[in-house]
């Protein structure tokens, strides 16, 4: 007996043996800087038929991947608060339908010019449209810019998107509702149609006069919460599944249910590991259903594709947003998010091919476009800063003059600043305000809107921009200060080695900077780099503040003796 016969003697050995090899490529995209959905997208490759040929449970990996789809769009759902979607601004609805519009009409033009049928090229048009939440949040999150404006612009983006994905499985849902024929066809609509109404307003209900106090009671029991969340999820998506409105629109409209809560960003913490594992299992029965041999038959197109997506979608970012005032820096930092395809754009294009309207062989393409600019946007995203070093001198024509959507609102007349902090945190705010109590004018310089928003609050004076931007560095008021300090951490996040208080010392120096420069450091190797770097004052606060507590604590005790 060979060993492939041995695992696929029972589910259980087969599951097994898909999850050690899941954990195994799942480290090496882990070397290599790549997102899950990479590795997870391997694994069903090399697990179906065209190499190992070791899913033979087909249904068992259907449910779970069936299952991990209707906990995803849960997830989706959970985040379309009506509050969070009244909040966002007009260059979030205005950037992301524009680049929707553009990749669909753009996307199906591509289409048709390499071979595809229109409705194929329709279908493939749209699901390029889909970037990926999980990835673009991950990745800022991990780079400390999920707060910052480009940051909040991509959640936009994502909300923009999110809406789309509703009513593209919608339309879906109701075209395969449609496509019987006579009356019977003609009946099922209207059955689905009275049926989705009813689902929809049972939401509304239950949103209203039941979902917070019901979460309030189980949230006393953390572990019965997620259980209901997931029973939830899995109910509604059967219920919609039963109705023709299709899996993922009850898993989407379970979500919604639970959005106003304010447990809901702890339900969404805690079922986002239990997603990521049941993905795996969508990706399993995906890659069983490809044959590699028949991928290389795609590769021309997939390279097409995927040079558009990544470069297509993030040139209409910029230029949207440059039409409407922002600077070019902003535009081409939020226009990289958009440079990849989702777990989305695979499932939207498995419910065309369930629902006859484009042929299998379709997503192996999308799968191929998907692999490609997953992969390279992961190292876009990453290196985003150097990326527009590189490209900042052509974006000029894109940007407005003086981009007035992010001039500060207040421009202060003195431009003579003794302290200039970078990094609007805890401490910068808490050295500022001791500063400005003895007399000392400070500027302070972040990239978070909130935090400008929270300093002009205390009537502190500050501006908007990146410490890593060289020429926002060369516009600062640096002639005259004496100090130039920088609260901004170095977190090591295993994504890049770009160290921002290095940054701020070389910028600084560069533009003529002939003041003191300061620091803050985590450790003591830490400390020794930086006085390396010529820093004069090394900030510790934790060491600091351990220092000084020691000394109050030994005070107390001697006194008590």
């Not at 409705?119 to 990926?132: C, D, G, H, R």
């Not at 189980?218 to 219920?239: D, G, N, R, S, T």
């Not at 900042?392 to 007035?404: D, K, M």
Request: aromatic share 8%; proline share 3%; hydrophobic share 50%.
């Amino acid at each position: 007996m060979t060993l492939i016969e041995l695992i696929t003697q029972s589910a259980f050995t087969e599951i097994a043996t898909l999850l050690v090899l899941a954990a195994l490529l799942g480290f090496i995209g882990l070397l290599l800087r790549q997102p899950l959905i990479v590795s997870f997208i391997a694994v069903g490759l090399i697990a179906g038929p065209s190499v190992l040929d070791i899913v033979h449970s087909k249904e068992q990996i259907q449910l779970l991947s069936e299952l991990g789809i209707a906990v995803l769009l849960f997830l989706v759902g959970i985040k379309l608060d009506v509050k969070l979607i009244k909040s966002i601004g007009s260059v979030s609805v205005l950037t992301g339908l524009g680049q929707v519009a553009f990749t669909s009409l753009f996307g199906y033009f591509i289409g048709l010019g390499i071979g595809l049928d229109h409705t194929t090229s329709l279908y493939v048009a749209v699901a390029l449209t889909f970037s990926s939440t999980i990835i673009i949040v991950k990745l800022l999150s991990d780079k400390r810019e999920i707060e910052s404006l480009h940051g909040q612009i991509a959640l936009g983006f994502l909300i923009v998107q999110d809406l789309v994905v509703v009513m593209a499985m919608i339309v879906l849902a109701t075209i395969g509702i449609g496509s019987g024929h006579g009356e019977n066809g003609s009946s099922s609509v209207w059955q689905v149609g009275i049926s989705g109404l009813g689902l929809l307003a049972f939401v509304i209900v239950f949103v209203r006069y039941i979902a917070n106090p019901l979460t309030e009671k189980l949230a006393k029991a953390p572990e019965l919460l997620v259980v209901y969340a997931i029973a939830q999820a899995a109910l509604f998506a059967a219920i919609g599944d039963l109705v023709g409105l299709g899996m993922e629109v009850g898993g989407l409209l379970a979500g919604v249910a639970l959005a106003s809560t304010p447990y809901r960003e702890s339900i969404a913490a805690r079922l986002a590991p239990l997603r990521d594992f049941l993905l795996l299992f969508f990706f399993i029965a995906l890659g069983a259903t490809l044959d590699l041999s028949l991928l290389g038959n795609h590769l021309a197109g997939a390279i097409i594709f995927s040079l558009f997506v990544l470069i297509g979608n993030p040139l209409i970012v910029v230029i949207i947003m440059g039409l409407m005032g922002y600077s070019k820096r902003t535009g081409f930092l939020a226009g990289l998010t958009v440079a990849q395809i989702s777990e989305f754009s695979l499932i939207f294009i498995a419910m065309g091919i369930s629902l006859g309207h484009v042929p299998q062989n379709v997503l192996g393409l999308v799968t191929l476009v998907g692999i490609i600019t997953i992969a390279a946007s992961t190292y876009m995203i990453t290196y985003s800063h150097q990326l527009y070093s590189i490209f900042s001198p052509v974006l000029n024509i894109f940007e407005r003059s003086g981009a007035p959507r992010e001039k500060v609102a207040d421009d202060h007349p003195d431009n003579h600043y003794p302290v200039i902090i970078f990094g609007l945190g805890r401490l910068g705010t808490a050295i500022a305000q001791q500063l400005k109590a003895k007399g000392i004018k400070v500027l302070g310089i972040d990239f978070n809107p909130s935090a400008i928003k929270s300093w002009n609050h205390l009537g502190l004076d500050c501006e908007y921009g990146d410490a890593t931007d060289a020429e926002f560095i060369l516009e600062l008021p640096l002639k005259h200060a004496k100090w130039a300090v920088s609260t901004i951490p170095h977190l090591h996040t295993g994504l890049s080695s770009e160290d921002p208080r290095r940054t701020v010392v070389q910028l600084t120096r560069s533009a003529g900077y002939q003041g003191k420069l300061a620091a803050v450091s985590q450790s003591t190797a830490d400390s020794e780099e930086l006085a390396l770097l010529g820093v004069e004052l090394i900030l510790e606060p934790f060491q600091d503040t351990a220092d000084h507590a020691a000394d109050i604590l030994i005070q107390g005790v001697k006194s008590s003796k």
